[in-house]
């Protein structure tokens, strides 16, 4: 299984992005993002089931999107109002149970990262 990713770039705080994740499978039940910097551990931006349920990171709620396309197996997010604070890699997922997905990175399909940068 393969995840495919893409979008990110340079972009001023205050600015807007779209990531795009494509799964190489039929649908994943829960698929989503996570973001990483130097240092630090991967952690959750935002996840979503098949059936609609969304998760976000407290600290993008109200600024960034998910949303899916389960006919093209596809992930979105719409990342807005950026601040440097998000500049990260950002890593497409996706698992078929709910604990895969949000508690046990190991069983996570992951894809190949996709760099955000936000400048001040």
């Known amino acids: 299984v393969q995840l495919q990713a893409s979008g990110g770039g340079l972009v001023q705080a205050g600015g807007s992005l779209r990531l795009s994740c494509t799964a190489s499978?039929?649908?994943?039940?829960?698929m989503g993002w996570f973001r990483q910097t130097p240092g630090k551990q991967r952690e959750l931006v935002a996840g979503?089931?098949?059936?609609?349920?969304?998760n976000y990171a407290d600290s993008v709620n109200g600024r960034f999107t998910i949303s899916r396309d389960n006919n093209k197996n596809t992930v979105y997010l719409q990342m807005d109002s950026l601040k440097p604070g998000d500049t990260a890699i950002y890593y497409c997922?996706?698992?078929?149970?709910?604990?895969?997905?949000?508690?046990?990175?190991?069983?996570?399909?992951w894809g190949q990262g996709t760099l955000v940068t936000v400048s001040s």
């Open positions: 979503m089931s098949s059936e609609g349920v969304i």
């Open positions: 499978k039929s649908t994943f039940n829960y």
């Open positions: 997922a996706a698992a078929d149970r709910w604990n895969y997905f949000y508690r046990d990175e190991g069983h996570r399909a």
